[in-house]
């Protein structure tokens, strides 16, 4: 079946440090990819979102690159802020109305 | 646009009682909602999806005698947790599609259950 796969954190960075964190995906056919952020004590915020191959989504200083060649959906950011401190969930979805599959959550906590 | 809301925020209950937890789309109609559940550091684990004037669809070992899922409107859609026990304490989390051709999911805030 599909899975995703992001790396475990927790990710502990210093203000204004450059972010990654990684997602491989397998599925059957060309999903829909996204990144999700929580809050602590919230519920998921879409991030960002990409529909096909090589398609860049971006939002808030967050990149990530669809990568049909590598299955990847990378997520990046340049310089983070503490207030970026969050759990980053990447998800795919196959088809339009259909139920996302979830990496299991990266925790990232910025240091001042 | 796209917001979703829950009520309650958190609830807790006694042993053997039942809670319902609502789910909401304030600015969109969603045919479609999705029930989760999420344990402390873990990720979200789906419950069950809920269509519009249909039964929800349950995955595997979730059991639908206890977790009760009722999408009477466009806009509306509530679990309700029968009979509780301790270990059905969690954060629930629903979420909804705006739209039939959407592929994006919104997310409500959560409601932090505790059984007691």
């Known amino acids: 079946g599909d899975s995703v796969t992001q790396m475990e954190g927790p990710v502990t960075l210093s203000e204004e440090a450059f972010l990654t964190i990684n997602c491989t995906y397998t599925a059957t056919g060309y999903p829909s990819l996204f990144w999700y952020v929580q809050y602590p004590g919230e519920g998921l915020q879409l991030l960002l979102k990409?529909?096909?191959?090589?398609d860049k989504g971006s939002n808030k200083g967050f990149e990530a690159t669809y990568r049909k060649e590598t299955t990847s959906f990378h997520l990046e950011k340049g310089s983070v802020q503490v207030s970026d401190s969050a759990v980053y969930f990447c998800a795919s979805n196959k088809a339009a109305g259909n139920k996302l599959t979830f990496g299991g959550g990266t925790r990232v906590l910025v240091k001042p | 646009g796209a917001v979703v809301s829950q009520h309650p925020s958190w609830v807790i209950c006694k042993s053997g009682t039942s809670v319902k937890i609502e789910c909401r789309s304030l600015d969109f109609q969603a045919t479609t909602m999705f029930w989760y559940r999420q344990f402390p550091k873990q990720s979200l684990m789906l419950m069950a999806t809920s269509n519009e004037g249909s039964k929800a669809t349950y995955e595997q070992g979730v059991e639908k005698d206890k977790f009760l899922i009722n999408h009477a409107s466009l806009t509306l859609s509530t679990l309700t947790v029968t009979s509780a026990h301790p270990e059905d304490s969690s954060f629930y989390i629903c979420s909804a599609i705006p739209g039939q051709g959407a592929y994006e999911q919104y997310f409500g805030p959560g409601t932090r259950l505790t059984v007691t």
């Open positions: 990409a529909t096909k191959a090589d």
